[in-house]
């Protein structure tokens, strides 16, 4: 499911060095070994045979990859098995979208994608799917055409402003800047009827690279499908909410499920946009919302261009077959090390998210030999292969709510990769593991260059703060970056990918590992030309970086699978938050400055005097006014969590190397639920399923991460009163959080 340009490690806040004490002394003899098993012409291999013919959930080829890594990962001799469970997929069995009126009509949109030549996958087009996104609400409407830029709420209230209005009408927008099932939600709360959305030239076509075959960007009929069931609720199945979707479970009627949009949904082209576009009058579009077609973009918003569009679907159960594998550990059974990647694509799905799948089986197939050359993990690790991820998460969703209290009991932690491709390092997840992931990187070579891959994303995050172009962000993480005795930080995680329902609603320790920025898969992303060809000519030829994301995950989890105490290192997190609420506050008086503003700018006429006479346009809205916010709860919070972390990490770095087996196994204990006291069973404002207080989806970003949400979305979003409640709310989860350190923290002082 995701879709990356440049990973980067991307929380500002950064700690000295300090040895860890459960790397103390990673096993690099063993290290060595298993580097050398990971083989990268067979991963290849792989990646051909599993990429064949199209791996949606349902498709003959998608079960044929579960039942052959099902026989992979036990002839390597893991404990392995297939989970089933039933999962409400819709496919489409009828679509349809023409122009009926205006220039150019009438016009009829293909929804199909060519062969490309010279790529023999394309040419398979039996069982691939045509043009569609999954939850969309079928439908079969006519009506006018607005443009609509990205369909962010910005552009709604720019919309506002030029007299535009989308009720009753059909919208069309371009992918980019958020997610792609908050453009149809949002035309459906405004009043649309229909939506389109559309890839821009600008955002991954010719404006961006030359067009496949020749390049790697999308070419002209290429189109981008995916899920718009509203992830933001809760991912999974929409009828089985906070439960696993096993054969019998009891269901909410699809016109109840809260996560299943109402209106019908398509992609398309920019081939085919074009003529739509070409077709709008109305208002000329600003600047910002101008793509790279040879046309002047129009708002439209009257009669003069009509469009019919027709989603009808097979809205039947579909099995998900996730293969789950298993190493018992020798001496601490009980505790697990889960790593897992997602299985099926869109069409052939050889970048996403076989390029991660294959190197999840490379390690798979090297842990498995060493094992039987002698070595025994201590803790259990478990390998999962997901299916049903593209949809919205399902497999992992499902598998993790079927047996959500086992976990909560025994997983250390959950390592998660989706697609992956040539260039740099990029990782997100819980900042008590930011130290962890710096060690393990210092270790592993980048193919390209031969320094390691941390020495290498430290050096482009040095060089991008040079540019001209560079953003405040940018320049912080190079000046940081510059202070080579310091780690390089990670970045929070938001959704899009399998760690969700480990992360968020189970409040496990995750991490989300790929590579990626010189071999991005974007121009293909959910098209039929994600294909072997493609991925290996421009993504990652002679895969190399399979080869990399093996041994930099690998090594993750042989580490953690053998620590002999903790490897995290709670004081980085301590800071990252305390960077969080410094946010927050800045967020909170930018907020009261805007509505001030604007008041002034209202009363005094500005808007009407700077204006365009000779284009109509209304005064924007005016804007809640802003009080000041009390964050004294928050603040002492944290200060309590950085004397717990410090305390802690002082304690474990003096001690960790004399505890007795008995203290350790205490330590471990203590250590294992404690991400869990992040949560609250409130949940978050208008999606409890989201528990954890410092990491969540955002509710108009998607897949991107908004920290401490409950009170920066409650500000961004001038809830008020939300904002105060979950200052309270974080607040308890942080001292929740410091009690349990200083519990783990007795433990070493043989309490």
Excluded: C
């Excluded at 069309?172 to 559309?198: C, D, F, M, N, S």
């Excluded at 067009?211 to 089985?240: E, L, N």
């Excluded at 390029?355 to 259990?380: D, F, N």
């Excluded at 207080?693 to 970003?701: D, E, N, S």
């Amino acid at each position: 499911m995701s879709s990356r340009s440049r990973l980067l490690f991307a929380a500002v806040a950064a700690a000295a060095l300090l040895p860890a004490a459960g790397l103390a002394a990673p096993d690099k003899a063993l290290e060595a070994k298993f580097d050398g098993m990971i083989d990268n012409a067979e991963m290849g291999g792989w990646l051909k045979t599993m990429s064949a013919e199209p791996i949606h959930v349902g498709a003959p080829h998608n079960k044929k990859n579960a039942e052959m890594t099902l026989a992979q990962f036990r002839s390597w001799g893991w404990d392995a098995k297939i989970e089933t469970f039933w999962v409400l997929y819709p496919t489409p069995k009828e679509v349809a979208l023409e122009l009926t009126a205006g220039a150019g009509a009438p016009f009829k949109a293909t929804l199909t994608e060519r062969p490309i030549p010279g790529d023999e996958s394309s040419s398979r087009t039996q069982d691939q799917l045509p043009a569609y996104v999954a939850f969309q609400g079928d439908g079969d409407v006519t009506a006018p055409l607005v443009y609509v830029n990205y369909g962010m709420p910005a552009d709604y209230d720019a919309l506002e402003r030029l007299g535009v209005s989308v009720k009753g009408k059909i919208v069309i927008a371009r992918y980019g800047a958020g997610w792609r099932g908050l453009k149809p939600k949002l035309a459906q709360e405004h009043g649309a009827v229909g939506a389109i959305i559309y890839s821009d030239p600008r955002d991954d076509g010719y404006s961006v690279d030359d067009v496949y075959p020749k390049g790697a960007a999308r070419p002209p009929q290429g189109f981008q499908r995916g899920s718009v069931a509203d992830m933001t609720v809760f991912p999974g199945d929409p009828t089985t909410p906070g439960y696993g979707s096993t054969k019998d479970a009891k269901r909410v009627a699809r016109a109840d499920a809260q996560t299943i949009l109402k209106i019908p949904t398509l992609p398309l082209s920019y081939g085919d946009a074009q003529v739509l576009l070409a077709a709008l009058d109305g208002p000329v579009a600003p600047a910002a919302w101008r793509g790279s077609l040879p046309i002047t973009y129009h708002v439209g918003g009257g009669d003069g261009a009509r469009v019919h569009i027709k989603v009808e679907s097979d809205w039947s159960l579909k099995p998900a077959y996730n293969v789950i594998a298993t190493l018992k550990g020798k001496t601490r059974p009980d505790e697990w090390i889960v790593r897992g990647n997602h299985r099926d694509g869109w069409v052939f799905g050889a970048s996403d998210p076989l390029s991660g799948h294959v190197a999840m089986m490379g390690e798979a197939k090297a842990l498995g030999a060493l094992v039987k050359a002698g070595w025994k993990p201590k803790r259990t690790i478990v390998y999962t292969s997901w299916d049903a991820e593209e949809p919205m998460l399902l497999g992992s969703t499902e598998w993790a709510e079927t047996h959500a209290a086992e976990l909560k009991k025994k997983a250390l932690v959950y390592i998660n990769s989706d697609s992956n491709s040539r260039g740099f390092l990029g990782v997100g997840g819980s900042h008590s593991l930011q130290h962890f992931v710096n060690e393990v990187s210092a270790d592993v070579i980048d193919p390209q260059t031969g320094v390691s891959v941390r020495d290498r994303l430290r050096a482009g995050l040095e060089v991008d703060a040079t540019s001209p172009t560079a953003t405040p962000r940018q320049v912080a993480l190079g000046k940081m970056a510059t202070d080579h005795a310091r780690d390089l930080p990670i970045e929070p995680l938001g959704s899009g990918s399998d760690y969700s329902a480990f992360l968020q609603n189970l409040g496990l320790a995750s991490l989300n590992v790929g590579f990626g920025g010189e071999g991005d898969s974007g121009g293909v992303y959910h098209s039929a030309y994600d294909t072997y060809e493609h991925h290996s000519r421009f993504v990652d030829p002679g895969h190399a970086y399979a080869g990399a994301l093996a041994k930099t995950t690998g090594r993750m989890v042989m580490r953690l699978a053998d620590a002999d105490t903790p490897v995290q290192r709670y004081g980085d997190l301590a800071d990252v938050v305390g960077g969080y609420v410094d946010e927050v506050k800045r967020l909170a008086d930018t907020r009261r400055d805007e509505a001030q503003t604007r008041a002034r700018l209202l009363a005094a006429g500005a808007y009407k005097i700077a204006d365009d006479p000779r284009v109509s346009r209304a005064d924007p809205s005016p804007l809640p006014a802003s009080p000041r916010i009390d964050f004294g709860k928050l603040e002492a919070a944290v200060a309590r969590l950085k004397t717990s972390a410090t305390t802690f990490d002082q304690t474990l770095a003096s001690k960790g190397p004399t505890l007795t087996d008995a203290q350790k196994v205490r330590l471990d204990a203590a250590i294992l639920p404690l991400e869990q006291r992040l949560l609250r069973d409130q949940g978050l404002p208008f999606r409890p399923w989201y528990k954890n207080m410092l990491y969540a989806p955002g509710r108009f970003t998607g897949y991107g991460a908004k920290t401490l949400p409950g009170v920066r979305e409650a500000i961004e979003e001038r809830r008020f009163d939300d904002a105060a409640t979950y200052i309270g709310l974080t607040a308890e989860a942080l001292i929740d959080y410091a009690a349990g350190l200083d519990a783990a923290t007795a433990v070493m002082n043989g309490g």
